[in-house]
């Protein structure tokens, strides 16, 4: 290899590490964005080549993260697997055998200080949407070694049906959505739903919140559609619509959010301190959610929801403001087809390290892996070449974890490219103060002085020459931030 490939290929951010046996591992940490996609394919062709002439080169993956793995048609028989969320390539530690159970999706916890892998089984029979408690006391808490893949514990849940279950790894908490036989002024399923939290180590039962004005039961998180529920007045079956997210705990806030509708058919995004035990907050939220996801590292909380537009159904992922319930901006992953009417699958998971969000969700007999940045920016696309394969991974979080809240984390700039307007928002106490736009003589083309103190704030580009601009923003603490734009 000659030193000027060398030499080019280090502008482009590949490094080359030197090893036994003159092995090269090849590293680039280019990130694939609508706007750099036709550089990153002519870099990717460049690379091929070397690849190729080199022989014996080699990729390096990033780190692996603990998943499970399962099958449908098989769903006792589960893997422990260290999987990369980049290309879904896995690597299986053990399989775990639970007889006449099976995993509950979006239940993986791996606490990374003991390396413990949490995950939480029913019973296999059991369907979603059962009627009135069907799988009540068939439930159960597995922990297993992330490295060898040994039963440590097993902990069965009796006399509730628990959804939503889910590990507060900081608190040493495990909690879930709870229902118990009750009789309900509203002539269906069961109306006592609770959030409990208990200690992990005494088996205490730190809190019991009540949930008011919800009404469903015997359903896993996630879940939107229809199931059906006993009317206690005329002893008939019902089909009632309804939709459940799967919990997210706020790291460094101490409190749990999730989605979920209520009788009057409104969704609505519940607040819980866990540190008080107490429901603080309800919110309306315009989407069914299915799955939440919390950036330590800017405070902002993603969400993947399911928005109807015209009889239309389209699956998304945006940012929803924590004290509002409102969506502030979003992506369009797919569109759903007709078929897709009932939902129980669907997980978002935020990798701190590499500051990207993962989308996993099923399309028919597959499933498809979405990889974004968190400017939700789509960087690729996976699907699962095996039929009916699911599978589960989570990125492990330390007690404490998170990174100084710096403006250039808290400051989110969309749509990026634009084609008439930008939003730049802060979902944080930071309030913008002044905006710039250069562009690429270093002129001036708008200079805006910001008297609103909101956190969002639109600035107008239709009239821009489509090309490159930078946007100086500067915030009421006098901290400044520079962030490119590209105009269409």
Sequence with gaps: MTVYALNRLAKMGVRFLSCDKDLRYLYSRCRISNFNRKIM????????SLLIAGGCVSVMAQTAVKGITWNESNPSTLKLVNVDPADMQSQEIKTIVISNKKYIPNSLYH???????YFFTDAAHSGTGGINGSFRGQQSMMVVNGTTGEQVRELPFFNSTIMAPF????RNQVGFIATEPDFNAYGTNDDDISMVLFDMNTGEIGAKIKLPNLSFNSIHA??????????MFNGGLEKVSTSLSSPCYLTGK???????????GINRMFKIDTRLGKLISQRTVSADVLDLAYNSNTGILNALYIEENNGERALKVGVINQTTGAILESLELRTLNSTETTINDGSLEFDADENKLYVVKERGTYEE???????????????????NKKVDFEFAVKPGEGRELTLDRIIRMYPNPATSDVTISTDNVTRVKHIRVYDQLGQ??????VQSGFQSNTI???????GMYMVEIESDGAETVNKKLIVQ
């Design 41 to 48: 394919h002519t870099k990717k062709l460049i690379l091929s």
């Design 111 to 117: 606490d990374k200080k003991n390396d413990a892998v």
């Design 167 to 170: 590990i507060i790894g900081e």
């Design 222 to 231: 996630p879940f939107v559609g229809e199931f059906e529920s006993r009317n």
């Design 254 to 264: 101490e409190q749990l959010v999730f989605v979920a509708k209520d009788v009057m």
């Design 369 to 387: 892996v979405f990889t974004l940045t968190n400017d939700l920016e789509l960087l690729g696309q996976v699907t699962l070449p095996s039929n």
């Design 444 to 449: 001036v083309v708008r200079d805006i002085d």
């Design 460 to 466: 107008q580009v239709a009239d821009l020459i489509s």
